[in-house]
């Protein structure tokens, strides 16, 4: 099959004006001008018209179990009180309620042009009732912050469920809510199964006092809860984080946030060179009115920054063009070519899919998407202001 279109952004290299992709089962086998590609290739031609062909979307952090939490939240100045009232919101739910939420989720998501979830899931249980209509990398999110001694089961209980995925992972969720021993016992099987991990990490002003001072409202709830608070009072997170993980296994790590570094922080990653898939998610981060992601700094420092949604919880759409306006917003001075590739190139490259996803590349998987576009100077400008459901996409080589 050619695909033609208006502009063909490939993701390497300047759109193509008239440009076409040709497709066979499920890749990508040759792209370039129109006249050429036909030339070339043969099969049936669909021709989208007046619009920009891309690759499918990458949503590098997203909860899809919580896609029916949209709107129940309203933003809570204190974080802690915010995990109160995720939790509550939870309690009312059932096994059949998630379910329907994360089916709603994918289809919300390809709605929005997204052909890829890194998505985290507080049920590893429900992961084999589900068939994705979109690639999915399922993380299994787990706690054992009220379980205390029970890493290992809950880590094992969750990778049985995980094998019927064809991709996945695990997710210690945060430093506050995860024992140092779940950290190391993910990461030893992430090495020994060759999958790979994502945890949330130095988020919120409050996670900091915690880690760093021993104080605060969220110091304060887990030690209610009866975490062992032992760990607090010396480090920040990212201290904490890299002494729990060693530095074996780094770049399988996918960290969600990273808000609220210290200098020292910042002073330890310049020293070390240590390098991290970092996602930020923008509307979450304004919903939480957190600290300006310090995206100049990360990326002075060489880190691979991607989008995220994050969950509906604290935000309002799975639309990641939506997503890449509200970067825009913060950092102007971002080219919006830039910006796409958070969510494309760059997502790739965090889910170890660079020579897969995210560009438009004979041998590379056949996902892609069209939007609206009447200047081929502009394309890039144009797709991230695109707001509304997509009316072409091919998933896998499938329309
Ligand atoms: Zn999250």
Not at 137 to 142: D, G, I, K, P, V
Not at 199 to 227: N, V, W
Not at 301 to 311: A, H, P, R, V
């Amino acid at each position: 099959m050619i695909v033609r279109a208006r502009t063909v952004v490939t993701m390497d290299g300047p759109p193509i004006e008239d440009g076409a992709v040709a497709v066979s089962g499920n890749r990508i086998v040759d792209v370039g001008k129109f006249d050429e590609t036909k030339a070339r290739n043969a099969g049936e031609i669909v021709d989208l018209g007046e619009q920009a062909l891309l690759p499918g979307l990458i949503n590098a952090h997203c909860h899809l179990d919580y896609t029916l939490l949209r709107g129940k939240i309203p933003p809570l100045k204190c974080f802690a009180d915010w995990i109160r009232a995720i939790n509550a919101e939870k309690a009312k739910l059932s096994p059949n309620d998630y379910l329907g939420s994360i089916n709603e989720g994918f289809a919300e998501a390809k709605r929005f042009g997204t052909t890829t979830t890194a998505n985290l899931i507080a049920f590893p249980e429900l992961v084999p009732q589900v068939t994705p209509p979109i690639r999915a990398w399922w993380f299994a999110e787990l706690i054992d912050v009220r379980a205390p001694g029970r890493a290992n089961e809950i880590v094992d209980l969750a990778i049985k469920s995980l094998e019927f995925a064809e991709n996945w992972g695990l997710a210690p969720h945060a430093l506050f809510t995860a024992s140092r021993h779940l950290y190391r016992r993910c990461q030893e099987i992430a090495q020994r199964e060759n999958v790979l991990l994502t945890t949330h990490l130095a988020e919120s002003g409050e996670e900091m006092q915690m880690c760093h001072d021993a104080s605060g409202p969220l110091y304060e709830f887990l030690k209610s809860i009866g975490r062992p608070m032992d760990d607090c009072g010396n480090e920040t997170p990212l201290q904490l984080f890299l002494d729990t993980i060693g530095d074996r296994a780094l770049p399988r790590w996918i960290l969600a946030h990273l808000n609220k570094l210290a200098e020292s922080d910042f002073e330890l990653l310049e020293k070390s060179k240590i390098g991290f898939h970092v996602v930020h998610s923008p509307r979450s981060h304004d919903y939480f009115k957190h600290s300006q992601f310090p995206f100049e700094r990360l990326q002075a420092l060489g880190f691979n920054i991607c989008l995220g949604t994050d969950s509906l919880a604290s935000n309002e759409s799975l639309s990641l063009f939506a997503e890449m306006r509200a970067f825009q917003k913060t950092f102007p001075s971002v080219s919006p070519e830039e910006i796409l590739k958070m969510v494309t190139v760059n997502s790739a490259m965090a889910l170890h899919q660079e020579n897969m996803l995210g560009r438009i590349r004979p041998g590379f998987c056949a996902d892609l998407i069209a939007v609206q576009c009447s200047e081929d100077e502009n394309a890039f400008e144009e797709i991230l202001g695109f707001d509304g459901s997509i009316d072409w996409i091919m998933v896998n080589g499938t329309m």
